[in-house]
């Protein structure tokens, strides 16, 4: 079997509710730094050492415990080509996954050889820690796992991953926290962390801080960790706009607090509105929703697509049938949303 992403399109000119995307953009301040940038800025191969002291700052790490990326997309390919090289094609290195799941985690590991290993969810998406030891094999080499996890939205107690680790000693352990800035929850700085050598955490800044379009990630662990993963990313693997923009975008705190309540905000409009129409959803630390449509997905679907809003179908996923994953971002935009399931779910013209 082999794995690709899955690139999802939405129309043009629709409400991007699909990709778990920013939906109010960056900050002011990061269009204002990018502004700055000169014709010799961009002739030139960039400095990082301004950018990795402010992302180390605004992690709470040491620099020789960051690596930046170019985006998490290629901090999850160094994860699998440094967990996964030199796999032989009779006996594949495995990299176990926990479905669902965000696809780059199996087409990272099958590029590069390996043999992925699927551990689904529990009942109600509860977290499987007992089935993913197990899992646990001589061959295995990397485990991956999103907390908050996507599209569920939901967290892995913090207890599960030290077990893990600890279980999988011989295994990179890459802990996935895209959407830590809105569960308030890191394994970063956490005492237990500082012992479990095998630990890489994951971090983008496209969420949050609306730097989708520029490509920007980060990957944290002991310094003897991510030295092998250091050698994998090419020197020059952020380009100017994003070393500029990171600075900038740390600095403006506000902007950043008052996304985060937008989400928080159009979480609970969002989940107020699905209890209403009796539609099955889940609890989500994350700038998402997953809710059960069911047989009614289509209908949903096509519905809001109609009315210029689009949310991404995850029926195909292990557990998901019939659901759909909704981004919560900007309340204007969360309103329009659920205005929009209203008219399609209680048959107004």
């Not at 160094?78 to 479905?99: D, G």
């Not at 890459?174 to 890489?200: H, K, M, Q, R």
């Not at 800044?205 to 310094?223: D, I």
């Not at 009796?278 to 697509?305: C, H, M, Q, T």
Request: proline letters at 6%; charged letters at 20%.
């Amino acid at each position: 079997m082999s794995y690709e992403y899955e690139r999802a399109v939405a129309a043009g000119g629709a409400l991007r509710l699909h990709l778990n995307e920013n939906t109010a953009g960056c900050s002011p301040g990061v269009i204002a730094a990018l502004q700055r940038l000169t014709r010799q800025d961009v002739a030139i191969y960039p400095d990082y050492e301004t950018v990795v002291a402010a992302c180390a700052a605004r992690l709470g790490v040491q620099p020789e415990c960051l690596l930046l990326t170019n985006g998490l997309d290629d901090g999850i390919l160094a994860a699998a080509v440094s967990a996964l090289r030199n796999s032989p094609l009779e006996e594949p290195f495995e990299a176990i996954v926990v479905v669902p799941a965000f696809d780059m985690y199996a087409a990272c590991a099958d590029a590069v050889g390996g043999r992925v290993v699927e551990v689904p969810l529990g009942p109600e998406f509860v977290f499987p820690v007992r089935e993913v030891i197990q899992a646990v094999t001589t061959r295995t080499r990397a485990i991956f796992l999103t907390n908050p996890n996507n599209p569920t939205g939901g967290l892995i107690p913090r207890q599960d991953v030290v077990s893990i680790a600890r279980a999988a000693s011989k295994a990179l352990v890459f802990v996935d926290e895209a959407y830590a800035d809105f569960s308030g929850e890191t394994l970063i700085g956490d005492p237990a962390f500082l012992t479990l050598e095998n630990v890489v955490i994951g971090r983008t800044f496209a969420k949050a801080y609306g730097l989708a379009g520029l490509r920007a990630g980060a990957l944290v662990a002991a310094p003897d960790t991510i030295a092998p993963l250091r050698r994998t990313v090419p020197p020059y693997t952020l380009n100017v706009a994003a070393a500029v923009a990171l600075p900038a975008a740390f600095e403006d705190l506000a902007y950043y607090e008052w996304y985060l309540a937008q989400v928080r905000e159009s979480r609970r409009l969002l989940c107020a509105t699905l209890d209403r129409l009796d539609v099955k959803y889940w609890p989500s630390s994350a700038n998402f929703v997953l809710a059960r449509f069911g047989r009614n997905l289509e209908r949903v679907i096509g519905g809001l697509a109609t009315r210029q809003v689009a949310i991404r179908d995850r029926s195909g996923d292990p557990g998901c049938q019939g659901c759909a994953r909704i981004t919560t971002g900007v309340v204007e935009h969360t309103t329009r949303c659920v205005e929009a399931l209203e008219e399609v779910l209680c048959g107004a013209a």
